[in-house]
């Protein structure tokens, strides 16, 4: 490389710049990869939320009624609602890379696929375990 000032600067002018978040579309396994962290970090939160169930259950009966009319409002059931939600996506997340520990569907075709497939089955296990829980109550 010449030690002119002048091609230095053509030199780093010139070069690739590397994919930016505006310019790079993630594949859908890394994403997925993320979600899986993320919704393990998840899991201790809602883990927090059952164990504060159990504990007013192990109480009162004020403090139970308490926390189930927490639990029931919108919000507690929008949040219980996203924590099946994580636990199902986590779960799927766990099989899949137990899969891939044992060397199968490491292709990059079977790897996405299984990917949308842990997507679809978590959001579609939320929903069969909602729509079940309401029939049992009758709600």
Do not use: C
Request: proline share 4%; hydrophobic share 50%; net charge positive.
């Amino acid at each position: 490389m010449s030690k002119s000032p002048a091609t230095r600067e053509f030199a780093r002018r010139e070069r690739p710049l590397s994919p930016h978040l505006t310019v790079y579309r993630p594949p859908i396994t890394m994403t997925m990869s993320i979600i899986h962290r993320i919704t393990g970090g998840a899991l201790y939160f809602g883990t927090l939320l059952v164990a504060l169930w159990l504990m007013a259950a192990a109480s009162s009966q004020s403090t139970f009624d308490a926390v189930n009319w927490a639990f029931g409002s919108w919000l507690g059931r929008l949040v219980l609602f996203f924590y099946t939600w994580a636990l199902m996506h986590h779960m799927l997340g766990g099989v899949r890379h137990l899969i891939w520990d044992t060397g199968a569907g490491l292709e990059k075709d079977t790897a996405s696929r299984v990917a949308w497939a842990t997507l679809a089955g978590s959001i579609v296990l939320t929903l069969l375990i909602w729509i079940a829980s309401y029939m049992a109550r009758g709600a």
